[in-house]
């Protein structure tokens, strides 16, 4: 029987059904074996009770879960669901070509859409891409004239000395920019193009640049980095609330776990059975709250009202405290808690939350009078 390995990517695919729909099929052609692809789709797939289905307990690039999955599969298929056909093509092309070896990949793209496609990216898959492209009634797309556009589009990085450029497909005017899971800015053209000087991100022509998020990325590899425009996640879907292993504890008597997020690009998952997490910035603590909702996790968010939305609708634990400061004052703060609370390391144990609040509280107070308290 053949051997087919499935990447799952992104959110979308999953909420919107067609990730389910489509390992089904896969399985009526051979053995299937799913992971995802990217970080993203994890809460999409925790959402949906498909863990059993799809592997989400690697946290691996798009490209590297293709190179994992070719070792042990006649053939691979990647499954998007991208906001545009521009955008899913680019995906694409940019995947296929970061794998060290060219892969025998398929990529269904956008399957719920009238401009959804079947992309044999490697020649031997023709003929079975055009099986799949009638089952699922999506045209096929030559992957040569993706290669061309994105070519003639001048999609992808140019490097000039220490001065890199890095055109970025598929952009809407007045969109959220991130790379690395960080947003660097907002879009105000369909023309985007990202500059990156010695490794920092010094402009974004077609853009407005966000310094506060540059600094927090930091020396980056542009040519390289992750790069996401618009929203995280866009479907409005009900949250699944599982187990984690804390939540059998009281947490009024037992030592507590305490954990500090001060990046939402970090791995937030492994923070699922902590009893308690401190999130440091209004996009950090956003994204934080509504994954670890699925825990029933609070959280304690150190915000100062710049906050770029970058999921549709976001959830927020019981028992959670958001502080909101002036500007720029979310970082300050946050130091201060880590250094002074955290004596500098990523988790702690407590015995009180309450306490512990009184004594975060007392922080902010002695270093400014301007916070306001948000409670859920």
């Known amino acids: 029987m053949m051997k087919i390995g499935v990447v799952v990517h992104g959110p979308q695919i999953v909420d919107t059904g067609y990730a389910v729909k489509i390992l089904k099929l896969l399985e009526s052609y051979g053995d299937v074996t799913a992971i995802l692809g990217g970080t993203m789709g994890r809460t999409a797939v925790i959402d949906a009770e ?33 906001k545009s ?7 694409g092309y940019k995947v296929f070509n970061r ?30 891409a055009e099986n799949i492209a009638r089952d699922l009634k999506l045209q096929i797309t030559d992957p040569s004239l993706i290669t ?42 369909e023309n985007v193009i990202l500059v990156a000087e010695d490794g920092i991100l010094t402009q974004i022509l077609g853009g407005i640049i966000k310094n506060h998020g540059v600094e927090k990325l930091g020396k980056i590899d542009l040519e390289n980095a992750v790069v996401k425009t618009g929203l995280l996640r866009r479907s409005k879907v009900k949250p699944r609330i599982i ?6 504890k009281n947490r009024n008597t037992s030592k507590l776990s305490i954990s500090y997020l001060s990046h939402a ?20 603590t956003l994204v934080a709250a509504d994954i670890l909702y699925r825990f029933n996790i609070p959280i ?44 500098g390391k990523q988790t702690m144990e407590i015995e009180n939350i309450e306490n512990f609040k009184s004594k975060i509280i007392q922080i902010i107070s002695n270093t400014t009078s301007k916070y306001n308290l948000k409670y859920n």
Not at 72 to 81: A, E, G, Q
Not at 85 to 91: E, I, K, L, P, R
Not at 243 to 248: D, E, F, T
Not at 265 to 284: M, R
């Open 148 to 189: 061309d556009k994105m070519e003639l589009n001048g999609v992808g990085a140019f490097k000039s000395g220490n001065i890199i450029h890095r055109k970025v497909a598929g952009v809407s005017p007045d969109e959220n920019i991130l790379l690395n899971g960080i947003v660097v800015g907002r879009s105000t053209s």
């Open 85 to 91: 056909s521009v955008t899913g093509h680019a995906f």
């Open 50 to 82: 498909l863990e059993d289905k799809i592997d989400i307990g690697q946290k691996l690039l798009p490209s590297q879960s293709i190179e994992k999955l070719s070792k042990t599969s006649d053939m691979v298929v990647l499954i998007n669901y991208g």
């Open 265 to 284: 690009a970090e791995d937030i998952y492994k923070l699922k059975d902590s009893d308690l997490v401190v999130t440091v910035g209004d996009d950090t």
């Open 300 to 343: 304690i968010g150190i915000t100062d009202g710049d906050l770029d939305r970058v999921v549709e609708e976001g959830f927020k634990p019981v028992g959670s405290m958001i502080i909101e400061l002036d500007s720029g004052w979310d970082d300050i703060i946050g130091e201060k808690i880590f250094l002074e609370l955290f004596n």
């Open 99 to 128: 794998c060290d070896a060219d892969p025998i990949l398929l990529q269904i793209e956008r399957p719920g859409e009238k401009d959804g496609t079947v992309i044999p990216w490697n020649k031997d898959l023709t003929a079975f």
């Open 243 to 248: 187990k984690s292993k804390q939540n059998a």
